[in-house]
T-cell receptor, first 113, second 114 residues
């Protein structure tokens, strides 16, 4: 059974710092891995999607990497801003009927001004 | 495009009551999903559908039923609500045909069962 773990569970940093969020998964048979952002009381917004054949994806100040063989992904946020404060969720897309996602519990990020 | 919408946004039930949560999408997506999110846990899949008229069980299906009579709608039913079903429920949809598919999420329904 695929399990996804995110470390740390919570992180508080001063504005301007670069930071890394970690995600690990137990089964390397995945279609892709996605990072989502969730604001309080809101739904999820997709940030980056890395296909299983890719090593990384970048969008603005965000960079996500994927190492399938070791079952790890990282989300790097450069020059953090208070507006980056949110919960960040990692999810793996299973290679099976239904194209299902398995989520980690998330990292709660607070960027202090 | 409204994307994925959910009705209602909030609901309080008493134990044993029933209710239906409605999810609607206007993106012509084939695949639709119902998740629940509990504190300290990631989203867990309840049921999903790969097309109109089809449904399948996810990770935590007990106590829930679903129907997909129209392509754009996916209903989640609680026949006899229990306090353990207090949670935030999210609906999502996707084209579902390739490894680059993204699931689009609704804003959620916060359900409390007393």
């Amino acid at each position: 059974k695929q399990e996804v773990t995110q470390i740390p569970a919570a992180l508080s940093v001063p504005e301007g710092e670069n930071l890394v969020l970690n995600c690990s998964f137990t089964d390397s048979a995945i279609y892709n891995l996605q990072w989502f952002r969730q604001d309080p009381g809101k739904g999820l917004t997709s940030l980056l999607l890395i296909q299983s054949s890719q090593r990384e994806q970048t969008s603005g100040r965000l960079n996500a990497s994927l190492d399938k063989s070791s079952g790890r992904s990282t989300l790097y946020i450069a020059a953090s801003q208070p507006g980056d404060s949110a919960t960040y969720l990692c999810a793996v897309h299973l290679m099976e009927y239904g194209n299902k996602l398995v989520f980690g519990a998330g990292t709660i990020l607070r960027v202090k001004s | 495009n409204a994307g994925v919408t959910q009705t209602p946004k909030f609901r309080v039930l008493k134990t044993g009551q029933s209710m239906t949560l409605l999810c609607a999408q206007d993106m012509n997506h084939e695949y639709m999903y119902w998740y629940r999110q509990d504190p300290g846990m990631g989203l867990r899949l309840i049921h999903y559908s790969v097309g109109e008229g089809t449904t399948a069980k996810g990770e935590v299906p007990d106590g829930y039923n679903v129907s997909r009579l129209k392509k754009q709608n996916f209903l989640l039913g609680l026949e006899s609500a229990a306090p353990s079903q207090t949670s935030v429920y999210f609906c999502a949809s996707s084209y579902g045909r390739s490894s680059t598919d993204t699931q689009y999420f609704g804003p959620g329904t916060r359900l409390t069962v007393l």
